[in-house]
């Protein structure tokens, strides 16, 4: 058995569906109304404004008949503690 670990950080809980519908028309009208000048302040607030969740995914793989690895198991785990703010890397 073959087993991947991964880290990752979503959106967040204010990343959901109606909530990214509305900043895409907001963001959108800003930009054609201030010539895309809006970006000034929307690019920080995006930034320090929405924290993330971190995510931790285990997958475990195991060989099939036909010699190919398939995911078998997949656990996602929330990470307890402090939402995620992004980073620069």
């Known amino acids: 058995m073959l087993t991947d670990n991964y880290k990752y950080v979503d959106g967040g ?28 302040l929307t690019i920080p607030l995006e930034k320090f404004s929405f924290a993330g969740t971190d995510h931790s995914v285990t997958v475990d793989y195991t060989k099939s008949a036909d010699g190919m690895r398939h995911a078998t198991t997949i656990d996602n ?13």
């Open 13 to 40: 809980g204010k990343n959901n569906g109606g909530s990214k519908t509305a900043r895409v028309i907001l963001y959108t009208a800003g930009d054609l109304f201030t010539i895309w000048l809006d970006q000034i």
């Open 77 to 89: 785990k929330a990470l307890p503690g402090r939402p995620h703010k992004q980073e620069e890397y």
